[in-house]
């Protein structure tokens, strides 16, 4: 039992590099997507704005296994774009999927900082940019940690969706390992949720931490 | 002498609420003035148009020769609302000080007054700490200034506000209602230090305030507002002794017995 549960982790951690590959890039690309769409959607531009809503919206309001399909099946027949590699595929569309959702975070966190803050700013006349930078930013960074925490681990299980476009991470791994040792198919699953929660310990520590930083020293 | 702020019939709404209606001052430059006058008569609305904060529904302000909120939209003469970068300019010469503070919290104190002098006066980082050391002391904080905005009183906090609204050298300086977030036995070390500034600065001071007794004393001129426009306007002794407004009358009855 012990030994098999080893070889099974042994055998799983072959798609470990592509899991964590994964994670790390979109969880990257989606904390841009999230300053860059939470920073729009507060422009006066209508034009910036509506555009960003509309992403942020249908991005929230669809679900990414299906955004995958597309970007995968559809988008390159459709409009002859290809994006590369499918581990850019999944990147990109956990990377847009995620984006969205932490862009509301972004702009909620700014909106949570205490008028009395950018008042102050301006009377010590520091410019729009100014304002944002040195004053507003710092200040909502420390609201954002906590939920940014959390959407980092919901995008670390959300990777696990990119075994369905071929790529083989430490879910794909575990299903061929079940497919050719059917008796062991529970121990096999049991070791696929221990390996990602292994993997998501140092992000719940993180963001534990998060919410101490951001329970200190923001106005509001 | 010139005046250095002129309010020209400013009125403003809050949607259906017409606060001010038809405000008309001059203020000149060291002047000292104290407005007061009931709650909701639009005092703070009077210096948050000044700062900028607010923008008025109709008339004009002008700072120091300049229209605060209107700007020539070509060469053909006609005015259209000002930009940001107009206010900006205009704003270089005002200063204010709020009711709860508002200092950075994610900056310690020396940095509160450091930061708008390098990012808006450009003035080099020693210059700037330096300049910043010399106003703390001068307002009694000489032995905190790495400490964090949290851990202080609120009377300490206001002395530090006073001084990153000191260390811009602005020509005006708004006061809005200073005291009135401070436990009682803080208010007095707030107020020492306005008068210094009253007695020994030349920048031309407006202070909305309920302190009755210090605003009679320092200020040049107190300004009765009710109503949403001036209703008396004079030095402290004329307001208080030879004025027979009814409704100022009854105002300053009302805070003699509390």
């Known amino acids: 039992m012990f030994d098999s ?7 799983l951690s072959q798609g470990l590099w592509t899991t964590v590959s994964i994670f790390l890039t979109a969880a990257l690309f989606s904390y841009i997507m999230a300053f860059i769409a939470g920073l729009s959607r507060m ?25 995958l399909f597309w970007l995968y099946y559809a988008v390159p027949i459709l409009f002859d774009i290809h994006l590369g590699s499918n581990w850019w595929v999944g990147v990109i569309a956990i990377a847009l999927n995620y984006g969205a959702y932490m862009s509301e975070v972004v702009r909620t966190s700014i909106l949570a900082v205490d008028k009395g803050q950018t008042e102050a700013a301006i009377a010590l006349n520091l410019s ?44 794909y791994y575990g299903d061929i390992y079940r497919s050719t040792n059917l008796s062991e198919g529970p121990l096999a699953y049991l070791m696929v949720l221990i390996m990602y929660f292994i993997i998501a310990l140092p992000l719940i520590w993180l963001s534990k931490k998060g919410e101490k930083i951001a329970r200190k020293g923001v106005a509001s | ?35 007061i006058g009931p709650s909701g008569s639009g005092k703070t609305t009077i210096i948050r148009l000044l700062m900028t904060l607010e923008e008025p529904t109709d008339g004009d302000i ?6 605060l909120w209107k700007m020539e939209a070509g060469g053909d003469g006609k005015m259209k609302k000002a930009n940001e970068k107009h206010l900006s300019k205009v704003r270089n010469e005002i200063g204010m000080v709020f009711q709860h503070f508002n200092l950075f919290p994610h900056k310690t104190i020396l940095d509160n007054c450091v930061t708008p002098l390098v990012q808006v006066r450009k003035m080099s980082k020693k210059d700037a700490v330096e300049l910043s050391r010399q106003m703390l002391d001068r307002v009694g904080l000489n032995d905190k200034y790495e400490a964090y905005p949290s851990h202080l009183s609120g009377g300490q906090k206001q002395r530090v506000a006073m001084a990153r609204a000191l260390v811009m050298k602005p020509k005006i300086m ?22 210094d500034l009253a007695d020994n600065e030349d920048m031309a001071m407006v202070l909305v305030t309920h302190e009755m ?3 009679l004393e320092v200020a040049d001129r107190v300004l009765f507002l009710d109503g949403g426009v001036i209703a008396e306007s004079g030095t402290a002794d004329e307001v208080i002794n030879t004025s027979d407004n009814p409704r100022l009358q009854d105002f300053l009855r009302r805070f003699r017995d509390a």
């Open chain 1, 5 to 11: 549960a080893l070889n099974i982790l042994t055998y």
């Open chain 1, 43 to 67: 422009m006066k531009n209508p034009i910036i704005r509506g555009v960003t809503a509309f992403y942020v919206e249908v991005f929230r309001g669809t679900s990414l296994i299906v955004q």
């Open chain 1, 128 to 171: 729009p940019v100014q304002r944002m930078r040195h004053i507003i930013l710092p200040q909502a960074l420390r609201l954002m940690l906590p939920e940014f925490g959390n959407y980092s681990i919901q995008i670390l299980k959300g990777t696990a969706l990119v075994s369905l476009i071929g790529l083989t991470d430490i879910l």
């Open chain 2, 1 to 35: 002498m010139e005046p250095i702020v002129q309010y020209k019939d400013i009125h403003k709404s809050f949607g259906d609420t017409h606060v001010l209606k038809g405000i008309n001052l001059d203020i000149r430059p060291s002047e000292k003035i104290a407005i």
């Open chain 2, 62 to 67: 002008i700072v120091d020769g300049t229209n």
């Open chain 2, 174 to 195: 708004l006061f809005d209602e200073v005291t009135s977030a401070l436990d009682p036995e803080l208010v007095g070390e707030v107020l020492e230090v306005i008068r």
């Open chain 2, 213 to 215: 007794d210090f605003a």
